[in-house]
């Protein structure tokens, strides 16, 4: 069975659960879900999910609102152990907390009351490293992210943009292999979403990170992605197709956003995820009427 590293062209569907890890082959993956459930209390969150990020692979996972993205992000990050199943980093099962992953939520992570420079070089404070050459780096990686020159401002004389990049530089500074992001730019404007957006796949070029990205968003999951893998509407989610995005690179995902093949794409994805989209909705009414 395909298992998401090679996919045919194009589009693939696949059958739910994408479950047999039998069949995968090459180096072990940055991350296997392997049949992993999720239950809080008696309601079971995520169902039998399998699902593997390729070494150096961009993948998003999208799916209808409150279906176990984040579930699935934060099991990955080690935060949430799986009721059932196996997560596997490099080849390792995962126990505890996932050293190889940087994480990147939707909110501000930043420390109000710590200058941007500080806040990019807390995470290597905290491993012990020294103040000056942590300084030196953090500087480094506050130009990489277009913040020459704003290291001393603090997150309150900042736009939601430059937060967004120290955040960025919080992360990456670190060298994680992979980058776990929950919907990162949600809360930007559109054309300071567009910039972060470019902005991040130049880094991504740059630095070749496993990246699994969560986002509602289609348009963002298709311009960014080497995969989209959809999610089917909770409870009991799980992945119910997946597809590799053969858009060329580099891209801009302004202008990517023009092309017949993303517009092709796109109708591909949303007619596989629609059906999920006007399930949630519909749980979500009869919810709201009990
Ligand atoms: N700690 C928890 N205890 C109980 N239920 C939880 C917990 N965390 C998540 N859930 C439930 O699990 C389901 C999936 O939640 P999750 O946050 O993973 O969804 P999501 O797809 O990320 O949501 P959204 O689209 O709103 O960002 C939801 O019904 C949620 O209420």
Redesign the pocket.
């Given at each position: 069975m395909t298992f998401g590293l090679q996919p045919e062209a194009g589009a693939v569907r696949m059958p739910a659960p994408v479950g047999d890890l039998s069949a995968h082959a090459g180096p072990p993956p940055a991350l296997l879900f392997d049949h992993v459930s999720v239950r809080?209390?008696a309601?079971t969150?995520v169902n039998d999910a399998s699902l593997l990020v390729g070494d150096g692979e961009f993948v998003s996972i999208v799916?209808?609102?409150?279906?176990?993205?984040?579930?699935?992000l934060n099991v990955a990050a080690g935060l949430l152990e799986p009721s059932e199943g196996d997560i596997c980093v490099y080849g390792r099962s995962l126990e505890g907390i996932n050293a190889d992953a940087g994480y990147l939520f939707q909110a501000d992570a930043l420390m109000p009351w710590r200058t941007a420079l500080s806040n990019v070089i807390t995470g290597l404070e905290y491993a012990g490293t020294e103040r000056k050459a942590a300084e030196r780096l953090g500087n480094e990686w506050l130009a990489r992210v277009g913040l020459s020159g704003h290291g001393e401002r603090f997150p309150h004389e900042m736009s939601g943009g430059m937060r967004k990049r120290v955040a960025l530089a919080q992360t990456l500074i670190r060298d994680p292999k992979i980058v776990l992001m929950d919907?990162p730019f949600s809360a930007l404007d559109v054309q300071t979403r567009v910039l972060m957006e470019n902005e991040l796949l130049q880094l991504w070029t740059t630095y070749r990170k496993s990246v699994l990205f969560?986002t509602?968003d289609l348009e963002e999951a298709i311009s960014l992605s080497d995969r989209v893998i959809i999610l089917s509407a909770?409870?009991s989610?799980h992945p119910i197709a997946e597809f590799r995005i053969d858009l060329p690179r580099p891209r801009d995902v302004a202008e990517i956003r023009m092309t017949p093949r993303f517009v092709e794409l796109y109708h591909q994805i949303w007619d596989a995820m629609k059906e999920e989209v006007l399930k949630a909705y519909e749980r979500n009414q009869r919810k709201l009427a009990d």
């Open positions: 809080f209390g309601y969150a799916g209808p609102t409150g279906c176990g993205k984040s579930t699935l919907e969560i509602h909770g409870p989610t």
